[in-house]
């Protein structure tokens, strides 16, 4: 079974822990066993959301996950990119793993989305999708079905090239 | 069957989300059939975070589910209050009910918890669980936990949450 991975940054957009459900179980639809990373603080958000673990099965600490982590591991990265830390994470993450990665960039302000992107694009050739989103999630719900769905996963082998 | 409704308001804060998410679960398991009556962005936000809809089965927009409502038609109201606007909704709705209800209370800033506390207790004798929260939600849970458990509800099992 392939196997993904979603970083989870700190939790300061409402859309964040509603989005990482949604991308869990969207990916675990794909044919994906998904292992979400996050911070302490998004940890507890997603408990909450998900009591009974309906979506979400297998939670770890990013730092953890990234102490032992190898190329390989993971044969998906989808990282949530809204904040410095987050881009930081992703990039790591992108570098070690070598795999096909999507960056999902969000933020209510219009130019830290744009330094966001531009970080990621100078950093990676990750696929990104990317949206304004603080209390709609429909924009960057658009963005990622439309990034998923296009990968063709978990099928194709093949990396899209951005540039 | 007894009917409980959940009044949720605009999504500033990270947690409503989930604790909205984790208060119906809990109120389905004490034997409620729960409905949940908010803004159209909180529920675009309910519809992301529980895409199969295993939590969450009944929505309505709250204007509408105000318009029609009349006593007798919820035997518990739980009202997320964190803003101006939800303070009146959640007073007007435990009004019109008559019946049991709990406002929960949250805000990172400690005067307007407080602010929104008083305005409950001057308008209601309404039970109130109360928490500076935003981006932690188990201060908040805690509470809501601890009001839930001692009201004097239709039993079915008790779950152990762990947090």
């Known amino acids: 079974m392939k196997k993904a991975i979603i970083l989870l940054g700190c939790p300061e957009s409402p859309s964040q822990t509603p989005l990482a459900v949604y991308a869990t179980n969207k990916l675990t639809g794909m044919g994906y066993k998904v292992t979400v990373a996050s911070t302490p603080s998004a940890k507890k958000l997603l408990e909450v959301s998900d009591p009974e673990e309906y979506y979400v099965k297998n939670k770890t600490d990013i730092e953890s996950c990234l102490d032992g982590l190898d190329q390989g591991d993971y044969d998906f990265l989808l990282g949530f990119v809204h904040k410095d830390a987050a881009v930081s994470y992703f990039v790591t993450f992108y570098h070690i793993l070598n795999t096909k990665s999507l ?14 992107e531009n970080t990621v694009k100078e950093n990676t050739e990750a696929e990104i999708a990317s949206a304004r989103a603080y209390h709609n999630p429909t924009p960057l719900k658009v963005r990622l079905d439309r990034a998923l769905d296009k990968q ?3 099928k194709k082998e093949d990396k899209v090239e951005d540039s």
Chains 1, 2 share one sequence.
């Open 103 to 116: 960056a999902l960039v969000f933020h209510r302000d219009p130019e830290k989305l744009e330094y966001f």
């Open 152 to 154: 063709d996963m978990p």
